[in-house]
């Protein structure tokens, strides 16, 4: 397994202000992903955050709003820009060790609220 | 065609008892089904997995029950315990010469496990 942290654990901002995620694996992996997730709501994947290339953005979500770093294979950041209250939300850090393997593992979440 | 379809939405069941959470899928390239318990601040943890070319996998008091013509897969929880409560969601993806896909998850059950 791969055990994965966040920081902040949560964070209240105002609106228009924009804040930045960090996700730390404990080693290596291959894949990294950020999700969100609305309270009491299922998982909606944001992107998949590549290491020494652009991220890959689902349907609905734009770099310009949510970027996304990936240094090295053990860390990723993504901001959550101009925030509205829209944005509040649990936001996931996911990783999978390897392209072809299937276990998913996921970080305790960042609990965003935009006020 | 990618959705996975989860029910029930919320489930109590006495302690002791056995609790069952279905998911319904369409895509017959789905290879891989896990299972993930999510407790109230925290992040979804994966409890168990199967592959379809097996019909059970019991993993202590965790059973995913998978039946490929009906495509359909279903969690057990024996002798249910109220540090079980949780929700909990299924999940689908599959394999390709090009690694694995995102993962497809369902809504969620809340489960409530009652003393």
């Known amino acids: 397994s791969a055990v994965i942290s966040q920081k902040p654990s949560r964070d209240i901002c105002q609106r228009g202000t924009s804040l930045t995620i960090q996700c730390q694996v404990d080693?290596?992996?291959?894949?990294m992903f950020w999700y969100r997730q609305q309270p009491g709501q299922s998982l909606t994947l944001i992107a998949t955050?590549?290491?020494?290339?652009?991220?890959?953005?689902e349907s609905g979500f734009v770099i310009d709003k949510f970027p996304i770093s990936r240094p090295n294979l053990t860390f990723s950041t993504l901001t959550v820009s101009n925030m509205s209250p829209e944005d509040s939300s649990i936001y996931l850090c996911?990783?999978?060790?390897?392209?072809?393997?299937?276990?998913?593992?996921f970080g305790p979440g960042t609990r965003l609220t935009v006020t | 065609q990618q959705q996975v379809k989860q029910s029930p939405q919320s489930l109590i069941v006495q302690k002791g008892g056995i609790s069952i959470i279905n998911c319904a899928y369409e895509?017959?390239?789905?290879?891989?089904f896990p299972w993930y318990q999510q407790f109230p601040g925290k992040g979804p943890a994966l409890l168990i997995a199967?592959?379809?070319?097996?019909s059970e996998k019991k993993e202590g008091r965790f059973t995913i029950s998978f039946n490929k013509s009906a495509k359909q897969f279903s969690l057990h929880i024996m002798d249910s315990q109220p540090g079980d409560s949780a929700t909990y969601f299924c999940?689908?993806?599959?394999?390709?010469?090009?690694?694995?896909?995102?993962?497809?998850f369902g809504k969620g059950t809340k489960l409530s496990v009652i003393p």
């Open positions: 996911s990783a999978r060790r390897h392209k072809e393997t299937y276990e998913q593992y």
């Open positions: 080693s290596q992996v291959t894949m």
């Open positions: 955050a590549n290491q020494g290339s652009e991220a890959t953005y």
């Open positions: 895509n017959t390239a789905f290879d891989y």
């Open positions: 199967i592959r379809p070319d097996v």
């Open positions: 999940a689908a993806t599959y394999h390709s010469g090009a690694g694995s896909y995102q993962l497809t």
